[in-house]
């Protein structure tokens, strides 16, 4: 039976990152004006690997495997780099495409969770319906809640619990 895992990224995992999170981006780009232009080399901006990767111990980048193979990325964030009340943000997520629609995402949101135990939270565009539709998956089964953040954005957020 198919199984998907979550580990803590190394300092190993920062070019990895750094190109997923190119094609990330890219797709972010339909959605938002920040993620519509490349620098000289094709990249979109890839400050915030930099940052996950550094000393700071607020944010915690996952690798997402199913089957032994490399599927996505995600960034677990405490605060302060939190919405007040919560004690961690799905702030990054994402699952290459040809694994959407398979329940893989469903089930890397869910083991995730389970590393950890508290209120989360994770904040989306509201125009982007796939991250919507997927945020209400995962959250509903916890008690979400939704409600409007910011300009543009939907938060989201349960109590759940770890292992």
Known sequence: ???????AATAA??????????????EL??????????????????????QYFSDDKSLLPLVIEHDNRIVGVAVVSIPPYCAPGCDFCL????????????GVAEAAARA??????????AAT???????VDFLRRVFT??????????EG????????FGN
């Open 1 to 7: 039976m198919a199984q998907t895992n979550v580990r």
């Open 91 to 102: 702030q990054e997520f994402f699952i290459v495409g040809y694994y959407r629609g398979t």
């Open 153 to 160: 954005f939907l938060m989201f957020e349960a109590n759940v």
């Open 29 to 50: 780009g339909l959605y938002c004006s920040e993620f519509q232009d490349v620098d000289g080399n094709g990249y979109f901006d890839n400050h915030y690997v930099d």
């Open 141 to 150: 089964p916890f008690g979400g809640t939704e409600s409007p953040y910011g």
């Open 125 to 131: 565009l509201s125009n982007n319906d796939h991250a």
């Open 112 to 121: 995730i969770f389970g590393l950890f135990g508290g209120r989360f939270c």
């Open 13 to 26: 995992d920062k070019e990895l990152f750094k190109n997923l999170f190119n094609v990330y981006h890219s």
